[in-house]
C-alpha cells in the first residue's frame, strides 16, 4: 500500500510540473550536440555588408575558435542582454577578437537583413574599442531555411509565437572548433572570464594562448550541474607534486655531477 501510495505521489507531482510548463516553452531550449560536425559547406549567409558567404569561409583560418550566438537583432529583451553580457565579458578577456578567436552572431528571423545586422556590428565594435574585432566579429542573416539548418545542427530550438510577434529561444553561447564541431555550451547573460577562456583553450587545443595558460586546462574542469568550469585543487598538487619531482631531480642531478668531477680531479 506504501509503495502504491509512493507511486501515486510520483505521478501526480509530475504531472502537476509538467503542467506549470508553458506550452509555448516546452520546446524552447538547447539540446546540447557535444563533438559533433556542424556540415557548414551547406549554408549560406548574408554578411553585414549584405555580400553573401559560405559558412564554411568563417572556418579554419589560422585555427582559430569561434564563439557562436543566435538571436536576433531587434529582440526586445533577452537577445540585447545576452550580446551585452558578452561584450562586456570579452572586453576583461585578454585575448582579442579577430585574433585569438573569432564570433559570429546569427539572427534566427529571416526578416532582418544586413543593415541591421550592420548597426549592431557598428555599436558593439565601439564598445569592444579593439580594432581587430572588425575582421573577426561578423553579424549574420539568412533565409529560414539555412537558419533552421544551423540551429538545429547545434541544437538550438527557438519558436516564433505570432500572438506578440516574438521569437522565444535560449541564452547560450556556443564554443566551436576551428573545423566546426561543437566543443562547449556556456549559458546565461554573464560569463565568466575563466569560463571563455578555458572553454576557447578546449576548443583550440592548445593552438592559442603562452604555455602559462594552457596549464589552465590542467586545473579546471567542466561542471555540468553547475554548467561553468570548477577549478580542480587535486589537478593542482599533483601538478605540484611532479614539479617538485622535477627540481629534486634537478638538483640531486646537478650534485651527483658535482661529486663525480671532485673525484676525478
Given amino acids: 500500500m506504501k509503495n502504491f501510495t509512493f507511486f501515486l505521489f510520483f505521478i501526480l507531482s509530475y504531472q502537476a510540473i509538467t503542467r506549470e510548463i508553458p506550452r509555448e516553452l516546452k520546446d524552447i531550449g538547447v539540446d546540447e550536440q557535444l563533438g559533433r560536425q556542424i556540415h557548414i559547406d551547406g549554408l549560406e549567409f548574408f554578411d553585414e555588408n549584405g555580400e553573401k558567404k559560405s559558412f564554411a569561409s568563417y572556418f579554419g583560418k589560422d585555427k582559430k575558435p569561434i564563439i557562436l550566438m543566435l538571436g536576433y537583432y531587434e529582440c526586445p529583451r533577452l537577445c540585447g542582454l545576452l550580446f551585452n553580457g558578452f561584450s562586456n565579458s570579452a572586453r576583461y578577456l585578454n585575448w582579442t577578437i579577430g585574433e585569438e578567436f573569432d564570433v559570429i552572431i546569427v539572427s534566427i528571423n529571416p526578416d532582418e537583413k544586413s543593415d541591421l545586422a550592420r548597426a549592431k556590428k557598428e555599436n558593439y565594435l565601439k564598445h569592444y574599442a579593439r580594432i581587430p ?28 509565437d505570432p500572438a506578440i510577434e516574438q521569437y522565444a529561444h535560449a541564452a547560450a553561447i556556443m564554443i566551436l572548433t576551428p573545423e566546426g564541431r561543437v566543443s562547449r ?18 576548443a583550440s587545443k592548445g593552438q592559442i594562448g603562452s604555455m602559462m595558460e594552457q596549464l589552465i586546462l590542467f586545473c579546471y574542469q567542466y561542471d555540468p550541474d553547475s554548467r561553468s568550469y570548477s577549478f580542480m585543487i587535486s589537478r593542482l598538487m599533483k601538478l605540484a607534486g611532479a614539479l617538485t619531482l622535477l627540481i629534486l631531480g634537478a638538483y640531486l642531478f646537478i650534485f651527483w655531477r658535482g661529486q663525480v668531477k671532485l673525484r676525478h680531479a
Avoid at 134 to 159: C, I, M, P
Wanted: net charge positive; hydrophobic share 35%; proline share 0%.
Fill in 133 to 160: 574585432a572588425k575582421e573577426g566579429w561578423h553579424f549574420l542573416t539568412s533565409d529560414e531555411k539555412n537558419v533552421t539548418s544551423l540551429a538545429r545542427q547545434v541544437g538550438y530550438k527557438y519558436r516564433y
Fill in 185 to 202: 555550451y556556456l549559458y546565461g547573460l554573464d560569463f565568466k572570464v575563466t569560463d571563455l577562456k578555458v572553454s576557447l583553450l578546449e
